[in-house]
Nanobody, 122 residues
Framework: VQLQASGGGLVQAGGSLRLSCAGS????????MAWFRQAPGKEREFVAG????????PYADSAKDRFTISRDNGKKTLTLDMNSLKPEDTALYYC????????????????WGQGTQVTVSS
């Protein structure tokens, strides 16, 4: 599976962004997918995950009630809608895919996109 993330950019606090992740490969539909992010000087952290059937998994506390993850298996795409953005959301956002393992654990993910930068100004 190959993944390519896009949609990042510069936005003011309170604004919105939609991140997309385009997947390739016949088995895309069988993977649990997730978004992670990494801010400068910090460890990569889980943001949101979704099962291969499209059922969302528990969000990170930082993303609850503001972010929504979804997928379209027919189009092999993963999306993260981000609302009410805050400066602390500034990070490089990665999409990732896994077959098995803890959905919130970056070490359990096999395939990664290249990352897309989100910058939220105050």
């Amino acid at each position: 599976v190959q993944l390519q993330a896009s949609g990042g950019g510069l936005v003011q606090a309170g604004g919105s962004l939609r991140l997309s992740c385009a997947g390739s490969g016949r088995t895309f539909n069988s993977y649990t997918m997730a978004w992670f992010r990494q801010a400068p000087g910090k460890e990569r952290e889980f943001v949101a995950g979704i099962s291969w059937t499209g059922g969302s998994l528990p969000y990170a506390d930082s993303a609850k009630d503001r972010f929504t993850i979804s997928r379209d298996n027919g189009k092999k795409t993963l999306t993260l809608d981000m609302n009410s953005l805050k400066p602390e959301d500034t990070a490089l956002y990665y999409c990732a895919a896994q077959r098995i393992g803890r959905y919130y654990d970056a070490a359990a993910f096999t395939y990664w996109g290249q990352g897309t930068q989100v910058t939220v100004s105050s």
